[in-house]
């Protein structure tokens, strides 16, 4: 499809998200529950179309336009957050936990789809010198490696972990945005991701960095790469739906899930602050290799316990995971 077409099928879609973002203003909750999950199916679309517009035209006019419309109803999702103590409280020990628990097969799927290319292409490479050789020449890794010890030192703590959420955010919502088309494309970033880690690891082990690697990637990298986790699963439930809504209307069924997916995508964005103040103020940090990688193993479990005790608890309430329970007169079932 060239640009002039793109242009033509998508205008419309693209219009009525930034109509639904300015009627929106500041925050969501002043949209009628059907303009709201058409709100966020659209900024799925309008992610997905500004991940490809990217790739296949390469247009700064119409990168920069899409970037600012996604920008400006992610904004607006993300407004739908409990704004008090006790709302914020209540969304991370019974919303969020739920929306995890009812996604659990792809979290799984995710899982494996991230891991299983990064296992393979490390084992892959680490064992074939032809192939690290066509990946890369000796030079070029060597390169890599001192790139990769420096990028941790090279910029002051605070501004590094701001670029480093920044930069997060873009991959998760990637990920997440992308599960739209039908699950293929987000497994295609999901596995992408993982292939590159894969990479990662291979380059460090061949150069004797092995060590050093694991102490720089694993600090911060668990809890990320579960956020990436999470992003994908919400997205690959999503593109089921499409496929397999069950025994609800397609519509009802995208609109179910699009509530649960407002839900993810904010406890993914909290996820990828941690991350971002990890890697900014510790990964880099002075602090021994054994401080550091506990600290992120610790947080990684961490994460995973809460999911699936709160979770558990949630779900044997009632709790979907649709961030509308937080607010509407939601009671326990009996």
Known sequence: MDIDRFLLANEAAWQRLAVLTSKAGRSARSLPAEELDELVSLYQRAGTHLSYARTAFGDPGLDSRLSRLVAAAGGVIYSVRPRTLRGVARFFSSTFPAALWHVRPFLLAATLLTFVPAAVVAAHLS?????????ASPAERAAFVRAGTDYYSAQPSAQFASQV???????????FSAGIVVCLFSALVLVSNGTRVGEFVAVFVDAGKGTELFGLLVP???????????????????GWTVIDPGDRRRGAALAEEGRRSVGLVIGVAAMLLVAGVIEGFVTGSRLPTSVRVGLGLSVGIAFWLYAWAFGRRAAAE????????ADAGWVPRS
């Open 318 to 325: 009632g709790r979907t995971g649709a961030i509308a329970e």
């Open 220 to 238: 911060h990298g668990v809890i990320e790469l579960s956020a990436v986790v999470v992003a994908g699963a919400a997205g690959l439930r999503l």
């Open 165 to 175: 959420f920044t930069n997060n955010v873009r991959v998760a919502v990637l990920v």
């Open 127 to 135: 064992t074939d010198p032809a192939a690290l050789d066509a990946l």
